[in-house]
């Protein structure tokens, strides 16, 4: 049992093993990762596997037009709303066992625990799935969560493709998510979203809690060069209009101009080079820019540079260029009672904190703008995500689960 505010509550039933081996089922690699992108046939059956897992514990399931995925727990008053908790199940194609995963499995540890000691909590409680947090097939990142909270339109939503021309709807189609519950419906009344910190400050620190105070802001851009397809042993190298090389220019300009902002960080992670043939000049290049920093101003600056940027690398090589922003959201500073709620939870649980600004983005991010919302962080081993190789010791699981448990329960206090 732990204690706070005075009242008892129950440590969680299966401490070290929070995170059930189930939930690795389902698009697991050899190398110990997760390829489950999300709206494939793993991502169905992930969800398939939770339905099951809420239904078993007597709860219901909604799922709404673009497949997010409440499940409910009804508390002892039904004129408040339900307190929700949750993270995502998709992950990058070379992702990890715990981005996201955790924040959806130790809420269903929660609720079993609660289900074990027999607590009935005041508001009703509610397990959240968004979908396509990851944004690696369809982009934008974040994009269920964005449309519960109206950011983006459903048909915006649907009508976004991936690499193979499949659309968002028809892939939610296929694998029968699409729900009938209108976007933005099934309201809550905070949220609480566990996650691993995919950074390397509090394994460095020695905190197995993070207290996450927000969210830096993020903006995404796709940019194509044109240049002109040409046979490679032809073709002098004064007479060349090389899209790989202007693209190689603008990679380095990006890493310049996120070093030179003092806490920026800037990606070109994604390339597709066309005819991508050893003999050929390369004729097209599309490629992504992932640019993020605590400030919007800053931001703003970047986005400047980056539009300069592409624009001289495409004059001096008589390239034809196009730079799209994709997506961008601001920087986002979490709510004081959810925050005080996990201070509240750390401290019954009997865990130090620091507090700690997320580099990531996160589903919190947009139920920030429909709700109060708070993040608890737990430490990354080596500081690395989206790799296989990302790991979170089992008792740091546990500790969050269980800060996430303390820190329900302190909210619940409140209504
Ligand atoms: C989420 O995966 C992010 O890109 O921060
Ligand atoms: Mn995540
Ligand atoms: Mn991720």
Redesign the pocket.
Known sequence: MSTINGGHYPALSHRGRAVRPDGYAFGGTPDGGIARLTLSDDDRRVRDWLTAQCLDLGMTMTVDEVGNMFALRPGRRSDVLPLAMGSHLDT?PTGGRF?GVLGVLAGLEVLRTLDAAGVVTEAPLMLVNWTN???ARFAP?MLGSGVHAGLFSRDYANSRTDAAGESFGDALHRIGYQGPVPSGHTRFGAMFELHIE?GPILEAEGFRIGVVTGVQG?RWFEFELTGVAAHSGSTPMNLRHDALRGAAQVIEGVHRIACENVGAVGTVGSLDVRPNSRNVIPGQVRASI?LRHPEDRVLDEMEREIESLVAEVAASHALGHKLERISRTSPVTFDPGCISAISAGAAAAGFATRDIVS????DAVHAAAVAPTGMIFVPSQGGLS?NPAEATLPEDCAAGAQVLLDALLAYDLQC
């Open positions: 990058q981005d947090e990851e944004g990142v995919q993020l992932d580099g990531a983005v996160h989206h």
